[in-house]
């Protein structure tokens, strides 16, 4: 007999993963044209993330430096929770708060994208960095949850905002990867065509 609680599990991220497609299908397709475009302008992408949205960062910028499901020249991507000693010099000398605004500053240039991660929308160091992004002139890509949080009061129309609705971490980091997936699918297909599989 299958534990209850793992099928639950399933079932919970299987119903939201439904949901969510119908209220994210559009944004995410804003997304792909406002990455795409940055790309093609010979602009870079900047992921940032706290845990787990650390490693979704990660995730992306290694699917575009990489590939996703064919083969390609490498896309400009970084992510910003990688380098420990950035990261602990300014954690260290600063606050933690500044480990990616700092990076954004130095890295960041007009018409870059921000990839910027917080299942709760209210992490204190994404928020720095969509300032510092605007700022700079760059447009935003946010993936929240639970209601988009102060985040999704920052944004700005030229950005883009992917709400998964849902109040619960793990699955808003499950529709997350769906909709990283969804991203570089979307890039590789505005970039080079949709015969990847054939």
Known sequence: MTNPRILAHFQESADLKMKAANVLAQPIEQAIELMFT???????????????????????AAELVGRFERERLP????????????????????????????????????????????????????????????ERDMRVVALTGKGGGKIGKVLTDADVHICVPHERTARI????????????????????GDDANE
Do not use: R, W
């Open 173 to 192: 980091q499950e529709v997350h990867l769906v909709t990283l997936h969804c991203i570089c699918d979307g890039i590789d297909v505005a970039l080079f």
């Open 38 to 60: 940055a790309l093609s302008n010979g602009n870079k992408i900047l992921a940032c993330g706290n845990g787990g949205s650390a490693a979704d960062s990660q995730h992306f």
């Open 75 to 134: 896309l400009p991507a970084m992510a910003l929770t990688t380098d420990s000693s950035i990261l602990t010099a300014v954690g260290n000398d600063y606050s933690y708060q500044e480990i990616f605004s700092k990076q954004v500053q130095a890295f960041g240039q007009a018409g870059d994208v921000l990839l910027a991660f917080s299942t709760s929308g209210n992490s204190g160091n994404i928020l720095a960095a969509i300032e510092v992004a605007h």
